[in-house]
T-cell receptor
Framework: DVKVTQSSRYLVKRTGEKVFLECVQD?????MFWYRQDPGLGLRLIYF???????EKGDIPEGYSVSREKKERFSLILESASTNQTSMYLC??????????FGQGTRLTVV | AQTVTQSQPEMSVQEAETVTLSCTYD???????LFWYKQPPSRQMILVIR??????QNATENRFSVNFQKAAKSFSLKISDSQLGDTAMYFC????????????FGRGTQLTVWP
């Protein structure tokens, strides 16, 4: 089975902190994604990556950056966390033209 | 741009009954996939069913089936013999082909199955 693992299920950070959310997949998938989930808004794409060191902006990239130094690992970075970034963050991976597999989510609270 | 609309924020059904969740989408693409994902309280997103747009036959997975109407851009999910474990948030999602795999999601429908 494909496994996508996010480093934390719950995270509490202070405003202004630099925050790293880590995601690792074990199935050699080319594509990896970071989505943000908010009640009533569904999932919105922040960034995605189709290869090592390659990245593309999604629909809501402002305030975020990403890093993909190895194929299996995709990191989401909040350069200076703000309260409006309190949310659920979901990582996913996929092969080309195939369905996505998701991690268990990280619920981030910025205080 | 692709948009996916789920018009039912919440639904409920009694155990063993049948329920249908609605989804419509807007696209100018001709080749695409449609998905239903389930997110139970554990938060783990699970793929329920997939439909390829080029296939006329509706996809079926055990108690889950879809009614795919390409011309109407409609993609509903029918759950038969509902079980308590079906309680979850259900998301409809669209993926165009060829693609780098990004999904466009609806806002979700919270389904509650009660005894």
């Amino acid at each position: 089975d494909v496994k996508v693992t996010q480093s934390s299920r719950y995270l509490v950070k202070r405003t202004g902190e630099k925050v790293f959310l880590e995601c690792v997949q074990d199935m050699d998938h080319e594509n990896m994604f970071w989505y943000r989930q908010d009640p009533g808004l569904g999932l919105r794409l922040i960034y995605f990556s189709y290869d090592v060191k390659m990245k593309e902006k999604g629909d809501i990239p402002e305030g975020y950056s990403v890093s993909r130094e190895k194929k299996e690992r995709f990191s989401l970075i909040l350069e200076s966390a703000s309260t409006n970034q309190t949310s659920m963050y979901l990582c996913a991976s996929s092969l080309l033209d195939a369905e996505a597999f998701f991690g268990q989510g990280t619920r981030l609270t910025v205080v | 741009a692709q948009t996916v609309t789920q018009s039912q924020p919440e639904m409920s059904v009694q155990e063993a009954e049948t329920v249908t969740l609605s989804c419509t989408y807007d696209t100018s693409e001709n080749n695409y996939y449609l998905f239903w994902y389930k997110q139970p309280p554990s938060r783990q997103m699970i793929l329920v069913i997939r439909q390829e747009a080029y296939k006329q036959q509706n996809a079926t997975e055990n108690r889950f089936s879809v009614n795919f109407q390409k011309a109407a851009k409609s993609f509903s999910l029918k759950i038969s013999d509902s079980q308590l474990g079906d309680t979850a948030m259900y998301f409809c999602a669209f993926m165009k082909l060829p693609t780098l795999g990004r999904l466009y999601f609806g806002r979700g429908t919270q389904l509650t199955v009660w005894p």
